[in-house]
């Protein structure tokens, strides 16, 4: 049976879906941008707070689901533009510990709201 994941210390959906989703085997955390889950606004316009954000965000989801940073087996990386990838790999780096998950990152052409960072997870149960 699906059960959605839902936290008001991450930001609410932009759209028709759930913040996160348990299969029962896996978790999948929606894409998140760097929203203010109080605000519901950018936390600022710069790629360091933006990833920062994300990843705090990815984080309060992994606590409402009774799970942590070292549980993700993947992520998927969209940022705006690809010169930013070593600032983001280095602030995803520091929530993180070994063994990293998989991952794949790419430069998208447009991101929700304008986002210059925006990272979706699946974790393992």
Same mark, same amino acid.
């Given at each position: ?6 936290? %008001? ?5 932009? /759209? ?8 029962? %085997? ?9 929203? %203010? ?22 984080? *309060?989801?992994?606590?409402?689901? /009774?799970?942590?940073?070292?549980? =993700?087996?993947? =992520? /998927?990386?969209?940022? %705006?533009?690809? !010169? !930013? ?5 280095? =602030? ?21 709201? /304008? *986002? ?5 997870? =699946?974790?393992?149960?």
């Amino acid at each position: 049976m699906t059960k959605v994941i839902q936290t %008001d210390k991450a930001p609410q959906a932009v /759209g028709p879906y759930s913040q996160a989703v348990d299969t029962g %085997d896996l978790i999948f955390i929606s894409g998140q941008i760097g929203l %203010d889950p109080e605000t519901q606004k950018f936390v600022s316009d710069n790629v360091e707070d933006q990833t920062d954000q994300v990843m705090k965000n990815i984080g *309060a989801i992994l606590e409402e689901a /009774g799970k942590t940073y070292s549980d =993700i087996v993947k =992520i /998927g990386i969209f940022l %705006d533009s690809m !010169d !930013d990838f070593q600032t983001v790999n280095d =602030i995803y780096a520091s929530f993180l510990t070994e063994p990293y998950p998989a991952r794949a990152a790419i430069e998208a052409a447009k991101l929700p709201k /304008g *986002a210059k960072v925006e990272m979706e997870a =699946i974790v393992k149960k």
